[in-house]
């Protein structure tokens, strides 16, 4: 704060009355003289000095008591003369946008600190608080009404263009992500237009930053608001995708994951302007090696039951469109107790269902098989609880999460993959030529868990996969099959991605090339 002298006070008037009264009595006594006496002359000349002297008094102190406004407004406004308003919290580590609450406090200090300078004479400067006091309001409706406009366009286009973030470490929906200042590291939990900032908003530490995914957000550090993990995947810029996997033990959903991954990036590289980034250091740590974990003999190690699921981000590419593929593979264990089961929140959050089953835990399949046959295949059968019984865990399980109404249920829509298809091939009950659907209803009697999956989800679909890769490199046909029909809801652009190649449909790769790789509905 200036300590200085004021450009002008009451004293300074009283100062200048004395030699103005002084005046007034010399004043005619040297006209008198001046005239000869006369009077008429002397009171004429003595009225038009007094209306010249009253006009510039009039306007010396208009100005002066001006000039006393517009120093406070400098030093307040531009100066820092004010005193500080303390921030929103730490939530929210940014300074107040100037509609936020300054505005209106730096008129506060303005109107006393001219009231402090010029004692009554404030009241000529009303009309010039008055102006401010019209600014300020001016500003801060339009700051407003542009905060607004901005988030329902930003709102608007979210919802446009279907995106849904879902944060795949705690699985809570975030109606938009966190930020952290690219400078100092603080979080911003919610960096949308508000008292904050408008367009941009100013961290403590003074970077300024955007407010919105559409003002450049996106290029920051993002974080989940509720379990503040880091999003490395850059969420609200692309649709999201959750695809939830579900089965017993060694049902083989974690090698299936693998062979989505591998059919994605197989056709993405098929196809100009598209492509398949792993787009976290989780999902590059637990998919980086698809090729060598779907080779003919290799094994899938168990997923960690201990180990709460994470959902594995892959971003694809094809022409303009971009998809957030976020999978959710969780440990066999999850799925044998209701308690554990309702842990896995996403369920809720899901629409798309992958029900994996192992043909050779089912005991039909098993005991038709032959004794070589058997001999060949003991240990790639898992001990899997019946599918029956995941099923209806699991799905009593996304009904209590979507809520007892199950409302929403008809959006949803369950793929029962049986895996080993590889391995089945050329033995006496190989599906061949029978539809998928027939043959999983008829040779591995599940035709319960057919029934109610077509009452309980809004569509149901089978199908046989071979989680493997042909020498070359290339995906097993029937793994391209299932991410088409995952993929299908979203976009053109991916199901032309995964358009089968020339007669590969028909001729899956794989030891024994009798493996349907069709979808039946
Ligand atoms: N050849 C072949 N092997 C498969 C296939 N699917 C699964 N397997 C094998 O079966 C075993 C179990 O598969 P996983 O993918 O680990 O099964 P999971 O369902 O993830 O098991 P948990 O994580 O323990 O619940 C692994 O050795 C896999 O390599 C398949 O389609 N073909
Ligand atoms: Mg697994
Ligand atoms: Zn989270
Ligand atoms: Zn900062």
């Known amino acids: ?202 961290c403590l530490c003074g970077q300024s930053m955007p407010t919105l995914l559409v003002l450049g957000s996106a290029e920051l550090n993002a974080l989940c608001p509720h379990c503040l993990q880091g999003l490395e995947h850059r969420p609200g810029e692309a649709r999201e995708l959750p695809i939830a996997l579900f089965g017993g033990t060694g049902a083989g959903k974690t090698r299936l994951t693998h062979g989505l991954h591998a059919a994605l990036e197989h056709a993405a590289a098929s196809h100009p302007g598209a492509r398949v980034e792993l787009a976290s250091e989780d999902t590059r740590h637990r998919l980086g090696n698809s090729a060598l974990m779907l080779s003919p003999r290799q094994r899938v190690p168990p997923t960690r039951p201990g180990r709460r699921a994470r959902g594995l981000v892959l971003r694809v590419t094809a022409g303009r469109r971009a998809l957030m593929v976020q999978v959710y593979d969780t440990a066999g264990e999850w799925f044998g107790r209701l308690e554990r089961t309702e842990e896995l929140t996403y369920l809720g959050k899901t629409t798309t269902f992958v029900l994996v089953v192992d043909p050779l835990a089912m005991p039909p399949v098993w005991d038709a098989l032959d004794a070589g046959e058997r001999r060949r295949l003991a240990e790639e059968r898992s001990l899997t609880p019946d599918p029956e019984q995941v099923y209806m865990q699991v799905r009593d399980g996304i009904a209590h999460q979507y809520g007892t109404s199950a409302r929403g249920l008809g959006r949803t829509r369950l793929a029962v993959v049986v895996t080993r298809g590889d391995l089945l091939a050329g033995t006496s009950i190989a599906p061949a030529d029978v539809p998928p659907e027939r043959w999983v209803r008829e040779v591995l009697g599940m035709r319960n868990v057919l029934r109610a999956a077509r009452s309980d989800f809004g569509s149901t679909r089978v199908f046989v996969t071979g989680a493997v890769v042909a020498p070359d490199g290339s995906p097993d046909p029937s793994l391209t099959t299932l991410a088409r029909w995952l993929l299908a809801p979203e976009a053109e652009e991916f199901t032309a991605m995964l358009a089968p190649e020339p007669a590969a449909e028909a001729a899956p790769v794989g030891p024994d090339p009798t493996v349907p790789a069709r979808e039946v509905r």
């Open 1 to 202: 704060m200036s300590a200085g002298r004021p450009p002008f006070s009451p004293s300074d008037l009283e100062a200048l009355l004395v030699p103005l009264l002084v005046l007034l009595v010399l004043a005619p006594m040297v006209l008198f003289l001046v005239f000869d006496g006369d009077s008429m002359k002397v009171l004429a000349s003595l009225m038009s000095a007094v209306v010249v002297v009253a006009a510039l008094a009039l306007s010396t102190g208009f100005t002066a008591l001006t000039w006393v406004y517009v120093r406070s407004v400098h030093l307040v406004l531009f100066q820092g003369h004010n005193p500080e308003i303390p921030g929103p919290g730490p939530g929210d580590p940014a300074e107040f946008g100037y509609h936020g609450g300054p505005a209106w406090r730096d008129l506060a200090e303005v109107r006393s600190r001219v009231r402090r300078r010029t004692g009554l004479l404030v009241l000529f400067l009303l009309p010039h608080l008055a102006v401010h006091a019209a600014v300020v309001l001016t500003h801060t409706a339009w700051a407003w009404v542009g905060a607004a406009v901005l988030r329902l366009v930003d709102g608007g286009l979210l919802r446009y263009r279907r995106v849904r973030m879902l944060c795949p470490r705690c699985f809570e929906r975030m109606a938009y992500p966190s930020y952290e200042c690219v400078h100092c590291g603080r979080v911003h939990r919610d960096v949308r237009p508000g008292r904050l900032g408008v367009f941009r908003r100013r």
